[in-house]
């Protein structure tokens, strides 16, 4: 039931403040996550892991891509991320003690599910992150952590991927005490965790602020999407969730890569979308900025504080609330879902059920 909202998948952007929440209960401790979450065989298979083996599809896949960085970053555990067409109809080489992970809102979808099947007798163990209790991947896997979200009715995946990157981060986390992981960055981080809901709920506040900016590309046929570091994932989440149901063209780059080629592109037609919390990677990330102005790009910029990126002809700014670094991907994931709902509402397509689509891909 859609209750009072026009469509599913704006009740879903909705829900996260409180499916985040689900995601995490039971599973945190004061200061660490409680790892029978995974399962009782899930210890003593952690202690063995050498590597990171992650394959999914679509909008699994961004978080997966995400999970790259903190796995890499926190933990010291080199992780690979593939979409699973690729994966599994390839010859890949899996190190000893490799942990493979799978990430699937259904649970269902026939390219990862190949893949898990494929790869079982030569990895340490398998791990499932999914939102569907008892689906085949869950069934499969020898490990499975349950993202909460509630059914899932918009074929737009939203809360899904959210409550994915909340699991993924609480597996860095077991992970990472093995590794490189200190107990004070496990607490702290823990601590960070417990604050997601309350920054989703404020963020979701700007909701009428991102509602006037989808105006601007009603009538554009492409748009770009450009972030750095975690961020470079949540634009390549940003330019699919575009894409499918407002049909509009639109592509993410690293904004490193812009002069490398995206940048030929820019124009007075070409919107660029960015995420640019205040973090290490703004400095650079400015200079990119300037590069789409002096071209007449139009710029829309998420931002951590006006101070650092200053509204201007030309560049709308939009200010989200002050956060711990490690929630930004996940906290910037959600205007980028509102802008491209409202988008897809003015232009008057289906957003719940876009064109050629399903909601669950379980055929090649
Ligand atoms: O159920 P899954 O998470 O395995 O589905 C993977 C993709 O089909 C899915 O994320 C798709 O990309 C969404 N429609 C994106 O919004």
Redesign the pocket.
């Known amino acids: 039931d859609k209750g009072e909202y026009k469509h599913y998948m704006l009740k879903e952007i909705y829900e996260q403040p409180r499916v985040v929440h689900a995601a995490m209960e039971g599973r945190l401790g004061a200061e660490r996550v409680l790892e029978e979450a995974f399962g009782v065989t899930a210890p003593a298979i952690f202690d063995q892991v050498r590597q990171v083996q992650i394959v999914?599809?679509?909008?699994?896949y961004h978080a997966g891509l995400i999970a790259k960085y903190w796995i890499e970053d926190l933990a010291g555990i080199p992780c690979m991320v593939e979409v699973a067409s690729e994966f599994r109809y390839r010859k890949v080489v899996l190190p000893k003690g490799t942990l493979f992970i799978s990430i699937?809102?259904?649970g269902e979808?026939a390219d990862?599910l190949a893949a898990l099947r494929e790869v079982r007798d030569r990895i340490l163990a398998s791990l499932t992150i999914c939102n569907v209790p008892g689906s085949s991947l869950v069934r499969e896997s020898d490990l499975c952590l349950m993202t909460n979200a509630g059914p899932e009715i918009g074929?737009?995946?939203t809360k899904?991927f959210t409550t994915q990157l909340v699991a993924l981060l609480m597996t860095t986390l077991v992970l990472g005490r093995r590794h490189e992981l200190t107990p004070e960055t496990e607490a702290r981080i823990v601590a960070d965790l417990k604050t997601l809901p309350g920054l989703l709920e404020q963020v979701l506040g700007l909701d009428s602020a991102i509602e006037k900016m989808a105006e601007a590309f009603a009538e554009k046929q492409h748009a770009l999407f450009l972030g750095r570091g975690t961020l470079n994932p949540v634009a390549m989440e940003g330019a699919?969730?575009l894409k499918?149901i407002s049909y509009i063209h639109a592509e993410a780059y690293a904004a490193g890569e812009l002069k490398h080629g995206p940048l030929a592109l820019v124009d007075k037609d070409m919107p660029v979308v960015t995420v640019a919390p205040r973090n290490e990677m703004l400095d650079k990330l400015k200079a990119n900025l300037q590069e789409v102005r002096a071209r007449g790009g139009e710029l829309f910029v998420f931002a951590g504080s006006r101070q650092e990126v200053q509204p201007e002809e030309g560049v709308q700014v939009l200010e989200l609330p002050p956060m711990p670094g490690i929630l930004e991907p996940i906290v910037y994931t959600l205007p980028l879902q509102l802008l491209s709902y409202h988008v897809a509402v003015l232009k008057g397509t289906d957003v719940d059920q876009p064109r050629n689509?399903a909601k669950?891909?379980t055929v090649e």
């Open positions: 999914a599809c679509g909008t699994s699937s809102q259904s979808t990862t074929v737009a995946s899904a699919l969730k499918e689509l669950s891909v």
